[in-house]
């Protein structure tokens, strides 16, 4: 076909494809009943948090404490340590040898274990450093490891924070106020069809089931929200304006964490 009968329908193709992107970015705008503050729209402040509206649909709802529920963590700090010094940013020396010589063999005992529980969850890779000297092992950060260490040797302090991996079930109860995170407050009903992917070792399975319930038994959440509005595009992926828990330190300015909390589901009968 000549080049130039082609070009209208190739116009026509990129001119659809434009269309359908526009109608995809704004798909959540035009179900949702928000507006965009005129602090934002008008650039007067890069972040408005919003009062939620009271005709909000039960599926934006849904949808909110699911993405909510998706961000909530069960988090396992690293136990005290002897580092060898030679720092890199994935890799961790972990000299047991110095550890039971100064701490003892409880102390190192219990270190290996929990170290060994880290290993078992992926976030971690052992491998012994025999050249360096007897219980010497190397500890290396998986990529999932990586994107879930919170903290550093710097600050003291590290943990691996891991994802629910939990759905809603439905939405219990809402009820407009102001809470200390929202100003929508939602009781919900959550469950696990089965163990998050890295609890793989029966301890780390104990804990979840004592903390969040047994899994497949549905328990009981709480959490208050309000929506968030950035000046430009939210950097966690979020579309702007989309209702979120919101600890927001008026005096401040800023956020400071958020309120979910997931009570334990009783064991299945």
Wanted: a negative charge.
């Amino acid at each position: 076909m000549p080049l130039s009968r082609a070009m209208p329908r190739i116009w026509v193709g990129a001119v659809a494809l434009a269309v359908f992107l526009c109608a995809a970015a704004t798909a959540w705008s035009q179900s949702s009943t928000a507006r965009m503050p005129r602090e934002i729209s008008n650039g007067a402040r890069e972040m408005v948090v919003q009062r939620v509206e009271p005709e909000i649909s039960q599926a934006e709802i849904f949808a909110a404490v699911q993405a909510q529920l998706d961000r909530e963590t069960m988090c396992f700090p690293w136990p005290s340590v002897w580092l060898d010094p030679a720092e890199r940013r994935r890799v961790f020396i972990v000299r047991f040898d110095l550890m039971e010589r100064d701490w003892g063999g409880e102390v190192t005992a219990r270190t290996r274990a929990r170290l060994a529980e880290f290993v078992d969850m992926g976030v971690l890779v052992a491998r012994e450093q025999s050249d360096i000297g007897p219980g010497v092992i190397e500890y290396r950060l998986t990529r999932l490891g990586d994107d879930r260490l919170v903290g550093s040797p710097a600050s003291g302090r590290m943990s691996f924070c891991m994802p629910s991996e939990r759905r809603v079930v439905e939405i219990l109860e809402t009820q407009f106020g102001n809470y200390p995170c929202g100003t929508l407050q939602v009781r919900f009903r959550h469950i696990a069809d089965a163990w998050p992917s890295w609890a793989r070792s029966q301890s780390i399975q104990t804990r979840v089931n004592d903390t969040w319930g047994a899994i497949g038994s549905p328990g009981d959440g709480a959490v208050s929200m309000s929506r968030q509005w950035f000046a430009g595009d939210p950097t966690d992926g979020r579309e702007n304006g989309q209702m979120r828990s919101v600890c927001y330190d008026t005096e401040a300015r800023e956020v400071r964490g958020e309120d979910m909390e997931l009570y334990p589901a009783l064991p299945a009968q």
